[in-house]
T-cell receptor, first 115, second 112 residues
Framework: AQSVSQHNHHVILSEAASLELGCNYSYGGTVNLFWYVQYPGQHLQLLLKYFSGDPLVKGIKGFEAEFIKSKFSFNLRKPSVQWSDTAEYFCALRHSGAGSYQLTFGKGTKLSVIP | DAEITQSPRHKITETGRQVTLACHQTWNHNNMFWYRQDLGHGLRLIHYSYGVHDTNKGEVSDGYSVSRSNTEDLPLTLESAASSQTSVYFC???????????FGPGTRLTVL
């Protein structure tokens, strides 16, 4: 069965610091990968997604992620975080098997940005 | 604008009671999903549906049921609520395989 691992449970950064959140997955076939964000008290919103093509994916609010197939990784990056980026971030996988519309989520990484 | 709504937003119930959480989407999406979110576990899939009259069990389906009588709604029923089902429940929908799932605002359920 597929699984998603997020290495950091809680990350604390100062404003303007660079961010990298780790995401590794286990599945041997073709995958679609997603990063979702959940701001305090709100529902999940899509940050970015990778289906195919350029492994460097750009999303909203200055976030990007790089799919490295050989490392089974899809790390999320932002060069300079803001206080408003304080949220919980979830990496998710959908494998491309027949009828596989479900997402498998990681346990999430809470990001706290200190002004 | 199309949206996905959940009701109630907060619910407190007692052990053993039947509880139904509503999910309604106006995207006209065929695929709908129910997840629960627990600290340290992320989101886990409870049930999902690929269309009217279609329902499927997810990773943590025990104690839950769903029915899909129309495209817009996928109510989640807890047959006999247990304290272990205290959680935040999210509904989501998508229009086709591989496309983005859109999430509702969530229902916080407390079982005493």
């Amino acid at each position: 069965a597929q699984s998603v691992s997020q290495h950091n449970h809680h990350v604390i950064l100062s404003e303007a610091a660079s961010l990298e959140l780790g995401c590794n997955y286990s599945y041997g076939g073709t995958v679609n990968l997603f990063w979702y964000v959940q701001y305090p008290g709100q529902h999940l919103q899509l940050l970015l997604k990778y289906f195919s093509g350029d492994p460097l994916v750009k999303g909203i609010k200055g976030f990007e992620a790089e799919f490295i197939k050989s490392k089974f990784s899809f790390n999320l990056r932002k060069p300079s975080v803001q206080w408003s980026d304080t949220a919980e971030y979830f990496c998710a996988l959908r494998h491309s098997g027949a009828g596989s519309y479900q997402l498998t989520f990681g346990k999430g990484t809470k990001l706290s940005v200190i002004p | 604008d199309a949206e996905i709504t959940q009701s109630p937003r907060h619910k407190i119930t007692e052990t053993g009671r039947q509880v139904t959480l509503a999910c309604h989407q106006t995207w006209n999406h065929n695929n709908m999903f129910w997840y629960r979110q627990d600290l340290g576990h992320g989101l886990r899939l409870i049930h999902y549906s690929y269309g009217v009259h279609d329902t499927n069990k997810g990773e943590v389906s025990d104690g839950y049921s769903v029915s899909r009588s129309n495209t817009e709604d996928l109510p989640l029923t807890l047959e006999s609520a247990a304290s272990s089902q205290t959680s935040v429940y999210f509904c989501a929908s998508s229009d086709s395989p591989g496309n983005t799932q859109y999430f509702g605002p969530g229902t916080r359920l407390t079982v005493l």
